[in-house]
């Protein structure tokens, strides 16, 4: 148990569909992303929250729409998607405040296994 | 900017032989390092973490990592090997002399391990 609770574990969608991807941390955290993993590729950083706040977004396609209505939900909204967005997406935490004591080490949640037929 | 290098795509290891799995990293200024380990179809979990002070750090599962700044690397090492050390083990690392707004991690690709009996 990591404190970082995704949902759902598993996900098949068909193109035209739209579906939501969950992601709620219990750590008192304040900063929230989204990784995707994919087969034989390296973690990719889709977006940050800060605060609440997007501070980045390494130029993901629109048909990914993330949600961050408070410092502990953390939502991807999905639709539309490709076969090639077949991956692991992962969600994870970290404090920023206060500046001084943060070390800035990210807590995952277990994934959610996405599969576009 | 920052970056990670694992050189390694896969490590194999008898059991009970020491492993050490290789990190060399690029920061503008100081770094934190930061090793984490991930099982099949399982979210990333935090192994260890260099901030300061002694250069060798001592982590989760009997796992440690030697800090050398001269030869910017950060390798894991553990003295035994076990058949359930086997994962996938990603490197990561934070520049804190950085304008670093969401404090990011730039993470490796990632070195498969293989302990085999």
């Known amino acids: 148990e990591t404190g970082v609770t995704q949902t759902p574990r598993h996900l098949v969608m068909g193109m035209t569909n739209k579906k939501s991807l969950k992601c709620e941390q219990h750590?008192?955290?304040?900063?929230m992303y989204w990784y995707k993993q994919s087969a034989k590729k390296p973690l990719e950083l889709m977006f940050v929250?800060?605060?609440?706040?997007?501070?980045e977004n390494n130029s993901v396609p629109s048909r990914f729409s993330p949600e961050c209505p408070n410092s502990s939900h953390l939502f991807l909204h999905l639709h539309t998607l490709q076969p090639e967005d077949s991956a692991l997406y992962l969600c994870?935490?970290?404090?920023?405040?206060?500046?001084?004591?943060?070390?800035?080490?990210?807590?995952f949640g277990e994934g959610s296994r996405l599969t576009v037929l | 900017a920052q970056s990670v290098a694992q050189p390694e795509d896969q490590v194999n290891v008898a059991e009970g032989n020491p492993l050490t799995v290789k990190c060399t990293y690029s920061?503008?200024?100081?770094?934190?390092l930061f090793w984490y380990v991930q099982y099949p179809n399982r979210g990333l979990q935090f192994l260890l973490k260099?901030?300061?002070?002694?250069?060798l750090v001592k982590g989760s599962y009997g796992f440690e990592a030697e800090f050398n700044k001269s030869q910017t690397s950060f390798h894991l090492k553990k003295p035994s090997a076990l058949v359930s050390d086997s994962a996938l083990y990603f490197c990561?690392?934070?520049?804190?002399?950085?304008?670093?707004?969401?404090?990011?991690?730039?993470f490796g690709g990632g070195t498969r391990l293989m302990v085999k009996p």
């Open positions: 994870a935490s970290s404090r920023l405040r206060p500046a001084t004591s943060v070390t800035g080490e990210l807590f």
């Open positions: 750590l008192g955290h304040n900063a």
């Open positions: 929250y800060s605060l609440e706040e997007r501070v």
């Open positions: 920061v503008s200024g100081n770094p934190y």
């Open positions: 260099y901030i300061t002070g002694d250069n």
């Open positions: 990561a690392v934070r520049d804190i002399g950085a304008n670093n707004a969401g404090n990011m991690l730039t």
